[in-house]
């Protein structure tokens, strides 16, 4: 029952970042494939009815640790404290750039409102890649299981660690880059005309980069936590999360070269999930790695609830899992084909 | 200063408070939106999807300061209250995740239709998204009522080793009693915020000659739902919930009422105030027997006062939950007078040509945010010094790692962002109030159509 939950949540925040990494990366994208007003209105008639919806995941993500495994939840938020509001204001900033940037047909509002909108959607895919970074480094916890970090120190991945370091920021600028090529399949897939050419153009350049860091981040990865890749043996779920992870990067290189973007998106998709995976795969069941001793960490089995309380939970996330599955079809079914910016007055 | 517990309450109270200024009036609206879209589908009559229109342009603003505002509360349980999310998380956890699962994904997924897509769903299609909205925002609630339902009324968890709760019986925790009735006192309050927020625009157009027949429109609509959900707020809501404080919470009913000492024929204090030094209620009207029998339907019966019990279990601040308390049932009783007053004038046609009325409805959509703040504080000021009633205290559930000036710096933060959006947000309220409702443009209409069906499929 642990197992499953463990993996519930892992393929909760696999489905998140999928999803949301989507709009991030259109976001962050959007300063540079879209320039005019009617450009920047296609970008986000693009993003505009699905970006709500996958932030839900976010939430619902961290309502389902919250059930299953709290202690892990409290000690996590409690111990990246400033991070987490740095997290939570930009998605704030981000959401009502959205929404109020429709309202005012005002080339300084809406110049404004860009901005925003770009540089939130940039800077939150570091600090996720930052958090996964902390999380594969460890943290000092102590004797209770709670930790507390500055937002840096030295910069060094070891002895007094801050959130961000030299391997933590590695692993952000690795997630920027991997999201904002995300969000340009993306973007290739749903416009047309000149920010489809541009989207394509970038994407082509954020996965080359990618390509080059992966290998690096891997190393640096095996370099701050030496006991991750002793599992791989072990986990034949790890070697096929890798292998989707690698087709993936195949198949956004063959749908970007080839002009079928929905397949580069598709693979950029399974890039991400993974990746994601094969981190869920190898880590398991440690969930708050302990720097300060292995003893210390939280583990899916020393954080979950008692198996009476994981039943219930299960319970209704049988129900609302596949229903949230039926909304997002519907969706995607409903705004299919190209992304049109509505006429003046309607909307984005 | 140095004790982080006040800033993380400050924090607390003070982002929750904001955040659910958009919730009470979306939730209203919603269900608002929902009889004007079944009118106008029944009636066929433009004029209804013209005001639904209207009224979905607010709700969307409200909906997404809703949004953007709601996201830091259930991340503040982790990182403010971190002690209290481990041991209360296997409970509370399940209903914060069930707001997320079943109604966020709803919401979410039918926002974006209501607001735009009007032209490409058609009437029918339009109202199946205004109700799926409405569901979804009506079953938050319930989701956010019960996990509170649960602090103030523990029911169907068991206390496991290291003191942490786990949930054995599911329906008893999501069909608590506490929880049935403050949902209900809850929802038709945000309805009266709503039905108030209606009747000032209609007020405010007809007192400008402007929109006459929207504005007469909103106005009755205002004031129909007004008047009905003040009563249902007050009765049997409120009185219901005001049985189960008496019945489980006595000191806190002690406390609302500032009566320190126990005895029968228990008054209401209309006006008073609290003494806690002297332990007395300074200048009070009263009303002899009204709280016996609000608390258990008998003018003689015994109620307690805060003597009787030990000063360690008194709610941590008496006089503004006695003041929040006070002022959320004052203004209630007031809605119902106003309502009731402008209804009658409404039923002989007088209501659009009483300009003093129009006034006084105009000026009163404040006062539903004030009574339902208020109703809030009286909730939780009310459960302290508890998180969980009778298990878990306020001072034992902060985060163990976050210092006074940490969590000071981010409520600093909070208010400066909060500060800019709002006025930001009345900018925008104000434009969309100042443009008024509009009707559909036919050929538009046909041109949009005719331009989605080019649409290129992928």
Same mark, same amino acid.
């Given at each position: 029952?642990?197992?499953?939950?463990?993996?519930?949540?892992?393929?909760?925040?696999?489905?998140?970042?999928?999803?949301?990494?989507?709009?991030?990366?259109?976001?962050?994208? @959007?300063?540079?494939?879209? &320039?005019?007003?009617?450009?920047?209105?296609?970008?986000?008639?693009?993003?505009?009815?699905?970006?709500?919806?996958?932030?839900?995941?976010?939430?619902? %993500?961290?309502?389902?640790?919250?059930?299953?495994?709290? &202690?892990?939840?409290?000690?996590?938020?409690?111990?990246?404290?400033?991070?987490?509001?740095?997290?939570?204001?930009?998605?704030?900033?981000?959401?009502?750039?959205?929404?109020?940037?429709?309202?005012? !047909?005002?080339?300084?509002?809406?110049?404004?409102?860009?901005?925003?909108?770009?540089?939130?959607?940039?800077?939150? #895919?570091?600090?996720?890649?930052?958090?996964?970074?902390?999380?594969?480094?460890?943290?000092?916890?102590?004797?209770?299981?709670?930790?507390?970090?500055?937002?840096?120190?030295?910069?060094?991945?070891?002895?007094?660690?801050?959130?961000?370091?030299?391997?933590?920021?590695?692993?952000?600028?690795?997630?920027?880059?991997?999201?904002?090529? @995300?969000?340009?399949?993306?973007?290739?897939? &749903?416009?047309?005309? %000149?920010? @489809?050419?541009?989207?394509?153009?970038?994407?082509?350049?954020?996965?080359?980069?990618?390509?080059?860091?992966?290998?690096?981040?891997?190393?640096?990865?095996?370099?701050?936590?030496? %006991?991750?890749? !002793?599992?791989?043996?072990?986990?034949?779920?790890?070697?096929?999360?890798?292998?989707?992870?690698?087709?993936?990067?195949?198949?956004?290189?063959?749908?970007?070269?080839?002009?079928? #973007?929905?397949? /580069?998106?598709?693979?950029?998709?399974?890039?991400?999930?993974?990746?994601?995976?094969?981190? /869920?795969?190898?880590?398991?069941?440690?969930?708050?790695?302990?720097?300060?001793?292995?003893?210390?960490?939280? %583990?899916?089995?020393?954080?979950?609830? #008692? #198996?009476?309380?994981?039943?219930?939970?299960?319970?209704?996330?049988?129900?609302?899992?596949?229903? /949230?599955?039926?909304?997002?079809?519907?969706?995607?079914?409903? @705004?299919?084909? &190209?992304?049109?910016?509505?006429?003046?007055? !309607?909307?984005? | 200063?140095?004790?982080?517990?006040?800033?993380?309450?400050?924090?607390?109270?003070?982002?929750?408070?904001?955040?659910?200024?958009?919730?009470?009036?979306?939730?209203?609206?919603?269900?608002?939106?929902? +009889?004007?879209?079944?009118?106008?589908?029944?009636?066929?009559?433009?004029?209804?999807?013209?005001?639904?229109?209207?009224?979905?342009?607010?709700?969307?603003?409200?909906?997404?300061?809703?949004?953007?505002?709601?996201?830091?509360?259930?991340?503040?349980?982790?990182?403010?209250?971190?002690?209290?999310?481990?041991?209360?998380?296997?409970?509370? *956890?399940?209903?914060?995740?069930?707001?997320?699962?079943?109604?966020?994904?709803?919401?979410?997924?039918?926002?974006?239709?209501? +607001?735009?897509?009007?032209?490409?769903?058609?009437?029918?299609?339009?109202?199946?998204?205004?109700?799926?909205?409405?569901?979804?925002?009506?079953?938050?609630?319930?989701?956010?009522?019960?996990?509170?339902?649960?602090?103030?009324?523990?029911?169907?968890?068991?206390?496991?080793?290291?003191?942490?709760?786990?949930?054995?019986?599911?329906?008893?925790?999501?069909?608590?009693?506490?929880?049935?009735?403050?949902?209900?006192?809850?929802?038709?309050?945000?309805?009266?915020?709503?039905? $108030?927020?209606?009747?000032?625009? *209609?007020?405010?157009?007809?007192?400008? *000659?402007?929109?006459?027949?929207?504005?007469?429109?909103?106005?009755?609509?205002?004031?129909?739902?007004?008047?009905?959900?003040?009563?249902?707020?007050? $009765?049997?809501?409120?009185?219901?919930?005001?049985?189960?404080?008496?019945?489980?919470?006595? +000191?806190?009913?002690?406390?609302?009422?500032?009566? $320190?000492?126990?005895?029968?024929?228990?008054?209401?204090?209309?006006?008073?105030?609290?003494?806690?030094?002297?332990?007395?209620?300074?200048?009070?009207?009263?009303?002899?027997?009204?709280?016996?029998?609000?608390?258990?339907?008998?003018?003689?019966?015994?109620?307690? *006062?805060?003597?009787?019990?030990?000063?360690?279990?008194?709610?941590?601040?008496?006089?503004?939950?006695?003041?929040?308390?006070?002022?959320?049932?004052?203004?209630?009783?007031?809605?119902?007078?106003?309502?009731?007053?402008?209804?009658?004038?409404?039923?002989?046609?007088?209501?659009?040509?009483?300009?003093?009325?129009?006034?006084?409805?105009?000026?009163?959509?404040?006062?539903?945010?004030?009574?339902?703040?208020?109703?809030?504080?009286?909730?939780?000021?009310?459960?302290?010094?508890?998180?969980?009633?009778?298990?878990?205290?306020?001072?034992?559930?902060?985060?163990?790692? +976050?210092?006074?000036?940490?969590?000071?710096?981010?409520?600093?933060?909070?208010?400066?962002?909060?500060?800019?959006?709002?006025?930001?947000?009345?900018?925008?309220?104000?434009?969309?109030?100042?443009?008024?409702?509009?009707?559909?443009?036919?050929?538009?209409?046909?041109?949009?159509?005719?331009?989605?069906?080019?649409?290129?499929?992928?």
């Amino acid at each position: 029952m642990i197992e499953l939950w463990f993996a519930i949540a892992a393929l909760m925040l696999a489905t998140y970042v999928v999803l949301d990494g989507f709009d991030f990366g259109a976001g962050a994208l @959007h300063l540079f494939v879209a &320039k005019s007003d009617q450009e920047r209105r296609q970008v986000l008639a693009a993003i505009g009815p699905f970006w709500d919806g996958n932030e839900v995941w976010l939430l619902a %993500t961290g309502g389902v640790l919250f059930v299953a495994f709290p &202690k892990v939840l409290a000690a996590g938020l409690s111990g990246f404290y400033f991070a987490i509001f740095l997290v939570l204001w930009t998605l704030i900033l981000r959401g009502i750039a959205i929404e109020f940037r429709s309202h005012i !047909e005002q080339p300084l509002w809406r110049a404004a409102w860009d901005v925003v909108f770009g540089v939130a959607s940039a800077l939150l #895919p570091v600090l996720f890649g930052a958090a996964l970074g902390n999380l594969l480094r460890g943290l000092p916890m102590n004797q209770e299981g709670w930790f507390s970090l500055p937002l840096f120190t030295d910069f060094t991945a070891s002895g007094e660690v801050g959130i961000l370091d030299w391997y933590t920021v590695l692993v952000g600028v690795f997630a920027l880059l991997a999201i904002v090529g @995300h969000g340009g399949t993306y973007l290739a897939w &749903k416009t047309d005309g %000149t920010v @489809h050419a541009r989207s394509r153009t970038a994407a082509t350049w954020c996965y080359a980069t990618v390509a080059v860091l992966w290998p690096i981040v891997t190393a640096a990865t095996a370099a701050v936590n030496a %006991t991750l890749y !002793e599992a791989l043996s072990s986990r034949p779920l790890a070697w096929l999360a890798l292998a989707a992870a690698l087709g993936g990067i195949v198949s956004v290189v063959l749908g970007l070269r080839g002009h079928r #973007p929905l397949q /580069a998106f598709l693979g950029s998709s399974a890039f991400l999930g993974g990746l994601l995976g094969a981190t /869920a795969a190898l880590v398991f069941p440690v969930m708050l790695r302990a720097t300060s001793g292995d003893d210390l960490s939280l %583990t899916a089995y020393n954080s979950a609830v #008692p #198996p009476a309380s994981l039943r219930i939970a299960l319970g209704w996330w049988v129900i609302a899992a596949p229903l /949230a599955v039926v909304y997002f079809v519907v969706l995607f079914r409903i @705004h299919r084909g &190209k992304a049109i910016a509505p006429r003046q007055g !309607e909307g984005y | 200063m140095s004790d982080p517990l006040l800033w993380h309450r400050l924090q607390f109270a003070f982002t929750i408070i904001y955040h659910y200024l958009f919730p009470q009036l979306t939730m209203g609206l919603a269900l608002l939106i929902v +009889v004007l879209k079944i009118v106008g589908l029944r009636t066929g009559r433009a004029k209804w999807d013209d005001a639904a229109r209207f009224w979905i342009r607010i709700f969307g603003i409200n909906f997404a300061m809703g949004v953007v505002t709601g996201i830091p509360m259930e991340f503040q349980f982790g990182t403010n209250w971190a002690r209290f999310s481990e041991i209360a998380g296997g409970v509370i *956890g399940q209903t914060l995740a069930m707001e997320g699962m079943f109604a966020f994904f709803l919401e979410s997924a039918f926002l974006g239709l209501l +607001v735009f897509g009007e032209r490409r769903l058609g009437r029918r299609g339009h109202f199946l998204a205004a109700a799926a909205l409405f569901l979804g925002s009506w079953l938050s609630g319930y989701f956010i009522v019960t996990t509170n339902a649960f602090m103030q009324y523990p029911v169907g968890h068991e206390v496991g080793p290291g003191g942490h709760l786990h949930l054995v019986d599911f329906w008893a925790f999501v069909l608590s009693p506490w929880a049935l009735a403050q949902y209900a006192h809850t929802m038709m309050a945000s309805v009266v915020t709503a039905s $108030f927020v209606m009747a000032a625009v *209609g007020a405010y157009y007809a007192l400008q *000659g402007l929109h006459g027949g929207q504005a007469r429109l909103f106005l009755r609509i205002g004031v129909a739902a007004g008047l009905l959900s003040s009563v249902l707020v007050a $009765f049997p809501t409120g009185d219901l919930q005001a049985k189960l404080v008496a019945e489980h919470q006595p +000191v806190t009913l002690a406390a609302m009422e500032g009566r $320190f000492e126990s005895g029968g024929m228990a008054e209401i204090n209309v006006i008073g105030q609290p003494n806690v030094r002297e332990r007395r209620l300074d200048n009070p009207i009263r009303i002899p027997g009204m709280l016996s029998w609000l608390a258990y339907g008998q003018f003689h019966r015994n109620v307690r *006062g805060l003597n009787e019990f030990p000063e360690d279990v008194w709610p941590d601040n008496i006089e503004l939950l006695y003041y929040a308390f006070h002022v959320m049932a004052g203004l209630g009783t007031l809605f119902i007078l106003l309502m009731a007053t402008a209804a009658v004038f409404d039923w002989r046609g007088r209501l659009g040509r009483s300009r003093l009325l129009l006034w006084i409805l105009m000026l009163a959509f404040p006062f539903p945010y004030i009574a339902n703040t208020a109703g809030w504080m009286t909730t939780e000021l009310g459960r302290q010094p508890w998180l969980v009633y009778g298990i878990l205290r306020t001072a034992d559930g902060a985060s163990p790692t +976050v210092h006074a000036g940490t969590a000071l710096f981010t409520l600093i933060g909070f208010s400066g962002l909060y500060f800019v959006l709002g006025l930001l947000f009345l900018h925008l309220i104000g434009r969309e109030i100042a443009h008024g409702p509009t009707a559909l443009n036919p050929n538009e209409g046909t041109a949009a159509l005719a331009h989605g069906a080019e649409v290129p499929r992928d």
